[in-house]
């Protein structure tokens, strides 16, 4: 079945470490997002990629980092820098680049102790 | 820069009955894409519906369906006969056809819907 995985689910980081979340997809989709979730906030967009080695940043992307060196894959990298990092993060793609809907993963839930 | 509001932070149904959840959006485009998706509690989101804003009719799937009113900015949706499994975040996202903007869905802060037996 077609989809987007992401890994892993649920994720204890200590502070200062540097933690990356796995996002692929066999969609064949050339878009790619990250979004965070937070408690009455609805979804904010960290960074999304329309083509591979290509990714700008969105609303909320410092403390963050991506790479797109191949289309199925968009990893997230929550750096040291992030200094609210706990929260739930979800990963999306969409078939085009500038029309239609997001396909969502299952989301990671990370949590810094 | 396009804003979206859902004014209910929670709604509450009845089984079988029908409920309607609100949304309105700022911009200033002609041509653009509004969605409502679901966050069951297992997290991930699902499309309920789309409508394209070129399109006068409003979109229907089921027992979902939308009233669409552009002019005055405004995308509600409708659940008929509602079930215990449409308990839910519900959120309303919009997004650009205009290059340069089109890149991004940008969301409402959500509607958590409570369906009672």
């Known amino acids: 079945d077609g989809g987007i995985t992401q890994s892993p689910k649920y994720l204890f980081r200590k502070e200062g470490q540097n933690v990356t979340l796995s996002c692929e997809q066999n969609l064949n989709h050339d878009a790619m997002y990250w979004y965070r979730q937070d408690p009455g906030q609805g979804l904010r967009l960290i960074y999304y990629?329309?083509?591979?080695?290509?990714?700008q940043k969105g609303d909320i992307a410092e403390g963050y980092s991506v790479s797109r060196e191949k289309k199925e894959s968009f990893p997230l990298t929550v750096t040291s820098a992030q200094k609210n990092p706990t929260a739930f993060y979800l990963c999306?793609?969409?078939?085009?680049?500038?029309?239609?809907?997001?396909?969502f993963g299952e989301g990671s839930r990370l949590t810094v102790l | 820069a396009q804003t979206v509001t859902q004014s209910q932070p929670e709604m509450s149904v009845q089984e079988a009955e029908t409920v309607t959840l609100s949304c309105t959006y700022d911009t200033s485009e002609s041509d653009y894409y509004l969605f409502w998706y679901k966050q069951p509690p297992s997290r991930q989101m699902i499309l309920v519906i789309r409508q394209e804003a070129y399109k006068q009719q409003n979109a229907t799937e089921n027992r979902f369906s939308v009233n669409f009113q552009k002019a005055a900015k405004s995308f509600s949706l409708k659940i008929s006969d509602s079930q215990l499994g449409d308990a839910a975040m519900y959120f309303c996202?919009?997004?650009?056809?205009?290059?340069?903007?089109?890149?991004?869905?940008?969301f409402g802060k959500g509607t958590k819907l409570t369906v009672n037996p």
């Open positions: 996202a919009y997004r650009s056809t205009r290059q340069g903007g089109s890149e991004k869905l940008v």
């Open positions: 999306a793609s969409s078939r085009e680049r500038y029309t239609g809907e997001l396909f």
């Open positions: 990629s329309q083509i591979v080695n290509d990714f």
